[in-house]
């Protein structure tokens, strides 16, 4: 019960006006989430008994993700405002004779191999946390930057198990769909929606612009998208049995985003995207930058015709 509360504290930062609402409904369907003993890889997920089980581990690879987010901006922003201001194409071998893009891209890289080496280490003290990177038990850090990436992990996480909980709906209530790729969307839609779908009402009580707490939970899903596609792995990213393909589940999350196509938001996608589809040896095909939305979804169209 005590892991169950801290999740719900969870959702008291990230969705505050839901929290009440997702709590009952995890008391509906008596749903709990749990802290299980120490295994490799990354394990968050829906079991029996209505139990939504996790590791330590796997939360502090979701910390350690938050900050190849960070990274990919640092790669690859200020290229793509620079191309959007002039409309000029976007061409990965140009940037990359950019000076010093190597060294960020080799950056970026060691996030993901830090964040692979948690996952298959012995056991998870045996890991040696990289220097640069508070670790997660030291709080919100005081910068604005580390800050930012704080406040995004959480948004992700909390995405995170939302998605699982549904899972947990669909088993009480046996009526999942035929095709268990459906029920990933339908469990990606859920979770979407319940950090979205009453920002409105949100931002009229707190004070906060809509746009901007729009803006910052979709950054939130956004890592949480990107993390799904690292974790999938490069071989299954076209889909499975079970799991749709990692560019319908993009596309799924991007659509219908009530945000201008110039927002952060884009621009933060459309980073991460480049730098993971670089990363995954995904070609990237030359592109027009017209603006962040527009590159985020022809970003999205090279994974799918990359795999």
Not at 162 to 187: M, Q, R, W
Not at 211 to 234: D, N, Y
Request: glycine letters at 6%; a negative charge.
């Amino acid at each position: 019960m005590e892991t169950t509360d801290i999740v719900r504290k969870l959702f008291d930062g990230v969705v505050p006006e839901r929290a009440s609402e997702i709590v009952s409904i995890a008391n509906d369907y008596d749903a709990q989430f749990r802290l299980i003993g120490d295994r490799e890889g990354f394990n968050l997920d829906a079991g029996g008994f209505s139990a939504i089980q996790y590791t330590s581990r796997s939360m502090r690879q979701m910390w350690l993700f938050g900050y190849a987010g960070r990274q990919a901006l640092h790669c690859y922003s200020s290229s793509i405002v620079l191309l959007k201001s002039f409309g000029a194409t976007l061409d990965i071998n140009e940037i990359n004779l950019i000076p010093d893009q190597a060294a960020e891209d080799e950056a970026f890289e060691s996030i993901l191999d830090a964040v692979k080496d948690l996952s298959t280490a012995f056991h998870e003290d045996d890991f040696e946390w990289p220097v640069a990177i508070p670790e997660p038990e030291k709080g919100r850090p005081s910068d604005s930057e580390r800050a930012a990436v704080y406040d995004l992990t959480c948004i992700a996480t909390a995405y995170v198990f939302l998605h699982e909980l549904k899972h947990v709906i669909f088993s009480a209530e046996g009526n999942a769909p035929e095709d268990p790729k459906d029920e990933e969307y339908l469990c990606d839609q859920f979770a979407k929606d319940m950090m979205i779908s009453k920002i409105d009402q949100y931002a009229a009580s707190s004070g906060y612009p809509s746009e901007k707490v729009r803006m910052k939970r979709m950054m939130g899903i956004a890592l949480a998208s990107a993390f799904i596609l690292f974790a999938t792995g490069r071989n299954r990213l076209a889909g499975s049995a079970t799991h749709p393909p990692i560019y319908g589940r993009w596309s799924a999350t991007v659509q219908d985003v009530n945000l201008p196509e110039d927002n952060w938001f884009w621009l933060y996608f459309s980073s991460f995207a480049l730098a993971l589809l670089k990363y995954h040896s995904i070609t990237i095909q030359p592109k027009i930058v017209k603006d962040y939305k527009l590159l985020c979804f022809d970003l999205i169209a090279d994974l799918e015709n990359g795999i």
